[in-house]
């Protein structure tokens, strides 16, 4: 949808803004910006839409050469949320979702109309709409940049630090609005941001830049963290890689081992052999549809014939497909069996992951 061929941008008076950069960016895909401040994150979106225009290299806008089309009518296909919002303080929150609408000639009810399912879509109340800028929350005005750029429907949305001026609670929510949102419309997304976690988070993509526009690495979010290109790269990604990458992955992904499962009638010298065979001091039990039940503990079991007899501990911490090995890793350490157990939809029981399925996934 987007490809950059070797672009560079060099500033009157020398500054090289952006550096023989090469990017692709396919349909439907959000590609991320991330880089230290000056590093040309701005710039190369302001290339894409041509508010900057190349020094050197081509760009090329759904199949089509960006310097062939009139900057209105490239434009019109492609949104723009600007880096601190940057709405009109004298437009009403309707005026300034409907700037667009209104440039391209529509009419006042339908721009009305528009705005209104805009700010719905972003959740943003309706009331807000006849209010002025300044008599929003960070949060809600950040939203209001959202709508705006959505205007008219641009199937290229260019999205500055979009959630740049809030504190980080908003901001981990406006990230989650924005995943969903982008499930419903999915637009080619090129977003900015100097803030790496945002950028693991929400990019399908991300590019390193390095100071002097130069783009250090364009991979995905695993494929970065597992094999940075260089040192710098590496920095930038910060520490507790590993970490990071475990929560890229859903525990759907891995095989879970089968663990030592067993029935509440099961007799306990029977118990024993497959706790035995697993190499652990204790056993899970599950009910006759397999759902969760507990856990013994060979300790516990003596004296009786069947482990169901036994009062059974609280089942190590569970996790369902969804969840991510990171959260698999949390279960783990505060378990006292040190595995987390993988449960389905209907709470039965699938496996357990150990610590060992998560070195094997990380190596
Ligand atoms: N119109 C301009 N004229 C001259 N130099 C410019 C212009 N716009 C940007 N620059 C310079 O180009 C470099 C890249 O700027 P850009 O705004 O793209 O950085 P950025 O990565 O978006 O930074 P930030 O994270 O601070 O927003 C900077 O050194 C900046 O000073
Ligand atoms: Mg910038």
Redesign the pocket.
């Known amino acids: 949808m987007i490809t950059l061929e070797h672009v560079s941008k060099v500033?009157?008076?020398g500054?090289t803004?952006v550096d023989a950069v090469d990017l692709h960016v396919a349909e439907g895909e959000v590609a991320v910006l991330v880089?230290?401040?000056?590093?040309?994150?701005?710039?190369?979106l302001r290339l894409i839409n041509r508010m900057v225009e190349p020094t050197s290299g081509r760009i090329v806008v759904d199949g089509r050469d960006a310097s062939a089309l009139p900057t209105h009518e490239l434009r019109r296909g492609i949104g723009y949320v600007i880096?601190h919002t940057g709405l009109f303080p004298h437009r009403t929150i309707e005026g300034n979702i409907g700037t667009v609408p209104e440039l391209v000639g529509w009419s006042k009810p339908a721009i009305r109309e528009r705005a209104a399912e805009l700010m719905e879509l972003v959740g943003l109340p309706r009331e807000l709409a006849s209010r002025y800028p300044h008599q929003l929350s960070g949060g809600q005005r950040q939203r209001v940049g959202v709508a705006r750029a959505l205007a008219v429907d641009p199937p290229i949305m260019l999205m500055d630090?979009p959630f740049g001026a809030v504190d980080p609670i908003v901001r981990a929510r406006l990230q989650e609005e924005f995943l969903r949102l982008q499930q419903e419309v999915r637009k080619t997304i090129v977003f900015?941001t100097?803030d790496i976690d945002e950028a693991i988070t929400m990019g399908d993509r991300i590019a390193i830049?390095n100071v002097g526009?130069r783009l250090e690495q364009y991979a995905s979010p695993r494929d970065l963290l597992a094999e940075p290109a260089n040192a710098f790269v590496a920095d930038f990604l910060g520490a507790e890689r590993g970490l990071k990458r475990l929560a890229l992955v859903r525990t759907s992904e891995v095989e879970a081992a089968p663990g030592p499962v067993v029935g509440a009638e099961t007799p306990v010298e029977e118990a024993k052999d497959v706790a035995n065979q697993a190499g652990t001091d204790w056993v899970v039990v599950v009910d006759a549809g397999r759902r969760l039940r507990g856990v013994a503990w060979l300790a516990d079991l003596g004296g009786v014939e069947r482990v169901g007899d036994v009062a059974l501990q609280d089942p190590p911490l569970s996790v369902r497909a969804e969840d991510s090995l990171r959260t698999a890793l949390d279960a783990m350490v505060t378990s006292h069996t040190g595995v987390a157990v993988r449960v389905g939809p209907e709470g039965t029981y699938e496996g357990v992951l150990t610590q060992d399925i998560l070195t094997r996934e990380l190596t």
């Open positions: 500033f009157p008076g500054t803004a880089g230290p401040s000056g590093c040309g994150k701005t710039t190369t880096q630090e900015v100097h830049f526009g």
